[in-house]
């Protein structure tokens, strides 16, 4: 059974930053895209920032300059490191993946973490 274990959030003053880091563990025949969304009280879930298995990235226009996401497929973990956070950071961030394990290439989420932006 594939699982994401994400790690990282938490309570920061507006400008500080986050690094978050998400895991996966179990039977993984191959790692797709890694990302982030995130999901504000009230909003819908949203992309924050995603990272194909070659590399390459997308973030949303509100992050842009500010996040950075990164993987390492060895340990099949990706990161997200949050910089001059604002208050409409706020939200829980999911880790999202597609993978193959035994069947066919599916998406995966973690639990979501917490992560609370104050003035």
């Known amino acids: 059974q594939v699982q994401l274990v994400e790690s990282g959030g938490g309570l920061v003053q507006a400008g500080g930053s986050l690094r978050l880091s998400c895991a996966a563990s179990?039977?993984?025949?191959?790692?797709?895209?890694m990302g982030w969304y995130r999901q504000a009280p009230g909003k819908q879930r949203e992309l924050v920032a995603r990272?194909?298995?070659?590399?390459?990235?997308n973030y949303a226009d509100s992050v842009k300059g500010r996040f950075i996401i990164s993987r390492d497929n060895a340990k099949k973990t990706v990161y997200l490191q949050m910089n001059s956070l604002t208050l409409d950071d706020t939200a829980v961030y999911y880790c999202?993946?597609?993978?193959?394990?035994?069947?066919?290439?599916?998406?995966?989420w973690g639990q979501g973490t917490q992560v609370t932006v104050s003035s």
């Open positions: 999202n993946t597609h993978l193959t394990d035994w069947g066919p290439p599916r998406d995966y």
């Open positions: 179990g039977t993984i025949f191959r790692l797709y895209a």
């Open positions: 990272i194909s298995s070659g590399g390459s990235t």
